[in-house]
């Protein structure tokens, strides 16, 4: 791979985005702006999964490091620009490439305002990538709230319901995120000197951090400034109220983008810093809140799965199941012990699959349905039914898609959360009740998805008194582009079900790594 | 080409079957009606001779026990190694799976001729075969878990194949949903075990870990029972039998294959493979048993007055599952695996027959039928020849697999032994009622539409696969299970096949096998008074009202499951409580938390409206704010 191929991956569709939104449509002018879109990310796609696979996995650590020092020229102000992705934020690269594609084809229908909503859905996804790979936590806290703008505007204008109010209670939330961000991060500067990542914990390992944590902030107090903040982009109960808004009120694309990648950054968040950085600065802190967090993932997990079974409206269903699902991420994070105590690391490892299988899974799921609502017009699910006679493709995948998501093994939710499951459950008692909970979540998983399949899908067709029923017979099937991004999806789902070590080989460096840094 | 890749094949020859027709259907507008069907019949069919061809070679001599492992999953210590792990029990198992499976490929060219789902279908069976076949294989729990989840999930799929009725995609759901909440015990079993390092997940490990006491009897009776939920779920035993009855609005083939023959069975295959550890502890063994012995009795009563032929069916394999239960809990483990051996061929020759039946007169409502045994007359024998084997009269196959569980759980218990023979009277009866109202007396008119004159016999594909299963259900019991050495083949072949397994029996000792003469003699008179007590009633009209209310109704399982504890508790009360504290609460609190900062920052905003008294009025306040903050400062002692 040439040098500066992450930063090609961050700026390449934030600039394209940007020339598209001031130069495609004027006098001299007139560009496809939806074939642009394609070509932008389909190019993003591929680079993403050549970065992916030329990860050398013998070699281990940072790597593809691109490294600019005077992005800041300021003397007293030592933000780096530096990007790089190790075992842990390769499989979020990829993730981001193959969504962010799927995400231009499932907008191919948009009409309002075409050229700023494309603009925004590339910046967008240049800047999620920016996340995942800023090594610097400046940096990284620029992409981070950089993010807000298009996901507000795309919401907002093009979203439908409530689009105002759900754009603003996003924005409010994740700001108040990004508020706690920052506070952590310029406390950490404050303590250390230095925004960079590993120089942080190799100043941590010294005892450094600590001691001067010690004259100003305590370290735990630290720990969970930064541990709320991701919560609420995860989203963790009680801070989840945000995403069912959201996500509903979303246009397709935003919703993929939202469930598929934006949430992955809390978890992200979680195994980088909370995890990372805070192994080197006090290791006790996690390994002492460590059952707490066991208790509130699998209350999430069980609370956002009992709320999804009573939605009536498809996106929120899907919604309200992201809620449960990201429990499991806080679960397996609680079993960040594990490693001092037996040595063993599947927990963690469960989670960072998580991110990424989540992601896969939720994607398809959003794309399905709202493939679906652009041609029946309504997600309200007593108005569905019998879509299977006439989208028998969409019906086909959904079901794929469903499994998928309510752990049948073979697909790729399943060994994400069985690493999970694992990794926690030996941890001690109050770990193993929570684990135990948190595995009645996927019967619970299994009730609202096929009850969902089962209403809208399945069945001998809409009720009369429907207003699908006019244009019932009209549905049509998916078309080869909409079939393209659903095969992507597809096939990474069973691909990971089939043969996990394509993701978790590479995750087993990043988290081996934490460790032994 | 050795035994270990000959093995392989049985399970890729399915597999590829699969992959194909799925491929075909789904991205190709080729109609793979010519092929789908017949490519499941060869590919099985293949798969069955090996099967054969390694069981022959198998019987009498030692084989690798464990074929092909290696690493499909590792991070950091945790491992999962998968392979074939081959052992009597194995070999038996995948024989019934490809030789049942075989037959109804052949007898579902017919049943599903017209069908517009007809590739689906045969794609669904081809997943179906092969996961069944890659659970039996397992030499990994987790291994097991994978392929018995996609059971579960392939039977989801053939339950709900006729998605347009309701019915059938409500059956498939609380089939899966049921059948999960046992998954959710063994899962937590298998959690148990990889709690003490993942090397354990691996059976033969297992079995060793569980001899020298690597787990504690605590755990192990914990991981014991936990297992045994989900083989309740499978199995459909009391208290989770309840799908297994709504299940049968599948394709009746598939209520042949997978609803009594095979998956059904794999709940008591998890028995069987977890042996060593279900009988070193007591109380999960008499677990075991207790709940075989009240299932077999509890589900062949709802069988007695059940007007579905297809039901009536069901709750007979229901109750028969319960008998292998039984044998298992009480340690008769050759018994257990003979009675689902031979129990396959003839509960699958039952279904088909009732799918021959449902053929000519469209309906399954046995009210509608009679009469039928001049018109079919190949689907009546056939049929009569199971129902005689399934009642266990000599010297059918039932009668020699039901003696030897009654001969095993006699050394048990008294209580146990009676249960089971009070299950035979039962299982006479019902039978016995079901065969006299489907084929004798007046023709009852069918569904509307179908007429006397028009009744006639199924076609040629799918009398051949009852005919071929009408073989076994009538030989097979006495040449896998005779009392007498036969020269060629060895008396108590398969009780002593099964007992050989140095594996589940490190230290078996052979002895000698009795046949009992009292038990054979009692367990047949208890199924001649079943079949005598049948003829009679069919004929007065004997009625015990209450009695009848409450089995027509299925003792109320299905109105508590359903109605009382989903709808009213769970859904009506507890949901909408929960969602009252989402709206109310969580939601509310990230309002009113917004709400109050706009109220905070209307307040203040007066300061900053650029009235001059105001902005005085802030300047002077906050200034005397400073100073009397500046000397109670200094007041408090600081420097």
Known sequence: ?517 | MTNNELIWIIFLLPLSSFLLNGTLLTFTKFNTRSVSGPLNVLTIGFSFLICLFVLINGIGSSFDYQSGSFQWFSFGLFEITMGILLDPLTLIMITVVTGISFLIQIYSLAYMEHDDGYSRYFTYMALFTTSMLGLVFSKNLIQMFIFWELVGATSYLLIGFWFKKQSAIKAAKKAFLMTRIGDFGLIIGILLIAKKGSQYLDITQFYLAVQNGIFTAEILTLIGLLFVIGAIGKSAQFPLHNWLPDAMEGPTPVSALLHSATMVTAGVFLIARMFPLISAIEIVSSTVAYIGGFTLIFAATMALVSNDIKRVLAYSSISQLGYMFLALGTGAYGAAILHLFTHAWFKALLFLGAGSVGHAVHTFDMTKMGGLKDHMKTTYWTMMLAAISLIGIFPFSGFWSKDEVLLGVSKDSNILFFMGLFGVILTGFYMTRMMIMTFFGDFKGGESGVEEKSLHESPKFMIYPMILLAIPSVIIGFIVSAPVDLGVIDKHLMVSFLDHNKLVFPDYHHHEIKFNFLIAIVSSLLAFSGIAIAIFTSKSNINFKFIRKILVNKYYMDYLYEVIITENLFYKRFIKLLDFIETNFVDKASHSLTSSLRWVSNKFAITQNGQLQIQSITFFLSLLIIISGYFSWLLLGGN
């Open chain 1, 1 to 517: 791979m040439p040098g500066g191929i992450l930063s090609f991956l961050i700026f390449f569709p934030i600039i394209s985005g940007i020339l598209i939104g001031i130069f495609s449509e004027n006098k001299f002018l007139k560009i496809n702006i939806k074939k642009a879109s394609l070509l932008i990310t389909g190019i993003q796609m591929i680079l993403s999964i050549l970065v992916y696979f030329s990860y050398d996995k013998t070699l281990g650590g940072f790597q593809f490091i691109d490294y600019f020092d005077s992005w800041i020229p300021f003397e007293a102000f030592t933000a780096r620009y530096i990007v790089g992705i190790d075992g842990l934020s390769a499989p979020l690269i990829l993730l981001t490439g193959i969504l962010g594609f799927c995400a231009v084809i499932a907008s191919m229908n948009i009409k309002l305002r075409q050229k700023e909503y494309f603009m925004w859905l590339l910046v967008l996804q240049g800047v999620v990538t920016g996340v995942f790979a800023s090594l610097d936590l400046l940096l990284l806290f620029v992409f981070w709230e950089a993010e807000l703008i298009p996901m507000y505007f795309l919401i907002s204008i093009w979203g439908s319901g409530r689009a105002h109010y759900s754009a603003m209670k996003f924005l409010i939330f994740t700001l108040t995120s990004g508020a706690l961000l920052l506070i952590g991060i310029v406390s950490l500067y404050f303590a250390t000197g230095t925004f960079t990542m590993f120089d942080i914990a190799e100043l941590g390992l010294n005892g450094i951090v600590n001691s001067n944590f010690s004259i100003a902030i305590p370290a735990v107090f630290l720990f969970l400034v930064f541990f709320i903040g991701f919560a609420i982009k995860l989203p963790l109960f009680p801070v989840h109220s945000w995403l069912p808004d959201a996500h509903t009120d979303a246009p397709t694309a935003g919703s993929i983008m939202l469930a598929g990648v934006l949430l992955k950054m809390g978890g992200y968040g979680l195994l980088r810093i909370n995890v990372d950085i805070f192994n080197y600065i006090d290791p006790s802190i996690l390994t002492d809140l460590a059952p707490y967090f066991a208790v509130i993932g699998a209350f999430s997990v069980i609370y956002g799965a009992l709320l999804t079974i009573q939605q009536t409206d498809l996106k929120r269903l899907i919604a309200f199941s992201s809620v449960s699902h990201m429990g499991y991420v806080v679960l397996g994070f609680s079993s960040y012990g594990a490693f001092a105590s037996v040595g063993s690391t599947e927990g963690l490892g469960g989670t960072a699959l998580q991110l990424f299988t989540h992601g896969t899974i939720t994607g398809l799921a959003f794309l399905l349905v709202g493939l679906t609502y652009e041609r029946t017009h309504t997600r309200y699910i007593p108005h569905l039914g019998g879509l299977v006679n006439k989208m028998p493709l969409i019906t086909t995948f959904f079901v794929i898609a469903g499994f998928a998501s309510l752990g049948l093994p073979g697909l790729s939710g399943f060994i994400a959360e069985l690493m999970i499951f694992v990794g926690t459950f030996k941890m001690g008692s109050l770990w193993a009740i929570s684990t135990i909970v948190a595995v009645f979540g996927v019967v619970l998983a299994a009730a609202y998805t096929l009850w969902m399949i089962q209403r809208a899908y399945f069945g001998e067709g809409v009720k009369e008194d429907s207003p699908v029923a006019k244009i019932f017979d009209q549905l049509d099937d998916l078309n080869k582009l909409e079939l393209l991004s659903v095969l992507i999806l597809t096939a990474s789902i069973v691909l990971v079900g089939i043969y996990p070590a394509i993701i978790t080989d590479v995750l087993n460096i990043g988290v081996g790594e934490i460790f032994t840094r």
